[in-house]
């Protein structure tokens, strides 16, 4: 049986996304030498498009058309003018022309399963699982996304169980019986907790650190001191949003000649994902950001209520000739 598998995190810019990619092309790469780098069920005339490993990114407004579409893209195959029944045989035929043998489809979490159209991107998306492709599916809270809402977690394997889709045929497809079962990987954002978790945060930082070439870095820029609890107060531990604070405190540094990492720097850098291009905040691809601690400083002196100006005492005031004729 074709085995697929989930990779899931609870927010977005946990790596989910590079982790499978790197998995990917490391098998690809040793697919490749397996044989030579020819695609050894390769149609004559055809051997340069051996492609093991497919990527795609799951349309923002997910329908069994666009989602064909997006795969077809990944191949540079026609889409114009095809009906979905035309497009699925299409995905069918390229997926074996080109020797495929894992599919990731990223951000499959933009599936709502309140909709329609959604729903059928689902079916089709289960109808591919009988096209004996590895199907790899990344998104954000898999399990609370709805997209398991009908399978059983089988505790003695550890895998999801899915039963087949809705319809024994999905747009001409033929919809294996077998029930599918899927491997759930969750990663999740670093902890500061306790002593293995910050050696591991350090450790974290530490390879990140080996990859930097600031010419007036010293050794231990990221590791030593009060920069690691710094980093993680910053960014939470999730590893997207410390690249992104690292990468634009390189900028700096080296915009203003210090050529180094400090926390006074890095306090002057906001991060800001509100423009990030392709990415959907309502799919839980974008996480909320700490702030500085300079702006969390100013944020709790706003909410705090101004002192009140004690009264003037008027005891011994003289009220004047006016109040006493009023008297």
């Not at 399963?113 to 699982?129: G, N, P, S, V």
């Not at 720097?265 to 959907?280: C, H, Q, T, V, Y």
């Not at 691809?285 to 500085?292: G, L």
């Amino acid at each position: 049986m074709t085995r697929r598998d989930d990779y899931s995190s609870p927010t977005g810019y946990q790596g989910k996304t590079e982790t499978a990619c790197e998995i990917a092309a490391a098998f690809e790469d040793s697919w490749l030498e397996l044989y030579q780098h020819v695609n050894p069920d390769a149609l004559p005339g055809a051997r340069d498009l051996y492609a093991p490993v497919a990527y795609v990114q799951t349309p923002v407004t997910a329908k069994p058309k666009s989602t064909s579409k997006a795969i077809l893209n990944f191949y540079g195959a026609p889409t114009k003018n095809l009906d979905l029944p035309d497009l699925v045989h299409q995905v069918a035929a390229s997926l074996n022309d080109h020797g495929t043998k894992a599919l990731l489809l990223d951000d499959i979490t933009r599936l709502r399963m309140h909709r329609a159209d959604d729903q059928d991107a689902l079916d089709l998306i289960r109808a591919f699982m009988s096209m004996h492709v590895t199907l790899i599916l990344i998104g954000v809270d898999i399990p609370g996304s709805g997209l398991l809402r009908e399978g059983r977690h089988d505790a003695r394997t550890g895998q999801w169980v899915l039963p087949p889709s809705r319809h024994a045929k999905v747009h001409g497809l033929e919809a294996t019986q077998t029930e599918r079962r899927f491997d759930l990987v969750e990663l999740d954002h670093f902890r500061y907790d306790t002593p293995p978790q910050i050696t591991a945060w350090v450790q974290h930082l530490a390879g990140l650190e080996d990859q930097l070439r600031l010419m007036n870095a010293p050794p231990g820029m990221l590791t030593d001191g009060h920069m690691p609890e710094y980093l993680f107060e910053r960014t939470h531990g999730v590893v997207g949003l410390l690249e992104r604070l690292v990468e634009d405190g390189c900028q700096e540094a080296i915009d203003t000649g210090t050529e180094c990492l400090t926390e006074p720097l890095l306090e002057g850098i906001a991060l800001n994902l509100s423009s990030e291009p392709g990415r959907d905040p309502n799919a839980g691809e974008i996480p909320d950001v700490p702030a500085t601690q300079a702006a969390a400083t100013a944020r709790q002196a706003a909410k705090r209520p101004a002192p009140r100006r004690r009264g003037r005492n008027t005891v011994f005031d003289d009220q004047g000739p006016a109040a006493e004729a009023g008297a």
